[in-house]
């Protein structure tokens, strides 16, 4: 399943405004909007944390690298250029548990 098709079958997003990543300290470690470019970002997010009681795992974060299909890709092949991609990646080789504040609309 591509990108496109995986966004279909997640929960909407139209109900919120951005989510904050925190780390087990409390303090932000990224903010995800919801505006063009980062929308799509945020339903792999909220499907992620729906699924593991409000927080981002290190499974969580491979699952999510498997939702972003072919971006994924170009995310390894050109670091940086998805920062939402390459946050997941780090994430899904590590230990760290990583909390999510939602921001309604």
Known sequence: MNFAERLKTLP????????????DTGHVVATILNQPGQAG???????????????????????????????????????????????LVSWSQGTATYLVRLHNA
Do not use: C, F
Not at 12 to 23: K, N
């Open 12 to 23: 909407s997003v139209a109900h919120l405004a951005s989510m904050d990543l925190l780390d």
């Open 41 to 87: 970002s945020l339903a792999i997010y909220h499907a992620l944390e729906q699924q593991d009681g409000g927080r981002i795992t290190p499974k969580a974060a491979s699952t999510g690298l498997q939702w972003y299909a072919e971006h994924t890709a170009d995310a390894l092949a050109h670091p940086g250029k998805h920062p939402n991609i390459d946050r």
